[in-house]
T-cell receptor, first 112, second 114 residues
Framework: NAGVTQTPKFQVLKTGQSMTLQCAQD?????MYWYRQDPGMGLRLIYY???????DKGEVPNGYNVSRLNKREFSLRLESAAPSQTSVYFC???????????FGPGTRLTVL | DQQVKQNSPSLSVQEGRISILNCDYT??????FLWYKKYPAEGPTFLIS?????DKNEDGRFTVFLNKSAKHLSLHIVPSQPGDSAVYFC?????????????FGTGTRLQVTL
């Protein structure tokens, strides 16, 4: 029972390159979220998926796309990476019976 | 527009003393508040929460106080231990219609010294 897993842990990209961040949860939860954490900014919601087959924009969606592949997996794609997307990215899934969210270990992304 | 604010970026406390972390919010529609703890290179982990219908919730060494009229909550850690050194995020919950969403503060880095 791994909870929430994310791959990769670290990534360095050049401006304009693309990549996909992967997230999987084994809690059988319906909802999944992507956040980014930047110094002095806290965690900001990029996209979320309330259930399989649905996705919605969060606070900072520009430059990102998401796919809810199935109930377990929720991926975040950067089509053309920019230095402003240098950040730590966290995937999370909420406990359906409370407001608590369970977070993955994060992906540290640097865009040069 | 920062709806959840943690005005102290850092706090240093001696081991055994009380740590008090503060959080202010502006949106009166928030109905649930949470504190998360984050160690370096790890994801945030849930620490303690409080519903807007309560003014205090206690769990061991951790107590959260909510003052709705002031739109202020605080986390008290007594006694503080070196293992409590981490970044603490305050979060507030509101419902979007399709899913609950958390709005996070900017975090306070707590250092507990020997």
């Amino acid at each position: 029972n791994a909870g929430v897993t994310q791959t990769p842990k670290f990534q360095v990209l050049k401006t304009g390159q693309s990549m996909t961040l992967q997230c999987a949860q084994d809690m059988n939860h319906n909802s999944m979220y992507w956040y980014r954490q930047d110094p002095g900014m806290g965690l900001r919601l990029i996209y979320y998926s309330a259930s399989e087959g649905t996705t919605d924009k969060g606070e900072v969606p520009n430059g990102y796309n998401v796919s809810r592949l199935n109930k377990r997996e929720f991926s975040l794609r950067l089509e053309s990476a920019a230095p402003s997307q240098t950040s730590v990215y966290f995937c999370a899934t909420p406990n359906p019976s409370s407001y608590t969210q369970y977070f993955g270990p994060g992906t540290r992304l640097t865009v040069l | 527009d920062q709806q959840v604010k943690q005005n102290s970026p850092s706090l240093s406390v001696q081991e055994g003393r009380i740590s008090i972390l503060n959080c202010d919010y502006t949106n009166s529609m928030f109905d649930y508040f949470l504190w998360y703890k984050k160690y370096p290179a790890e994801g945030p982990t849930f620490l303690i929460s409080i519903s807007s219908i309560k003014d205090k919730n206690e769990d061991g060494r951790f107590t959260v106080f909510l003052n709705k009229s002031a739109k202020h909550l605080s986390l008290h850690i007594v006694p503080s231990q070196p293992g409590d050194s981490a970044v603490y995020f305050c979060a507030a919950s509101g419902f979007t219609g399709t899913a609950s969403k958390l709005t996070f503060g900017t975090g306070t880095r707590l250092q507990v010294t020997l």
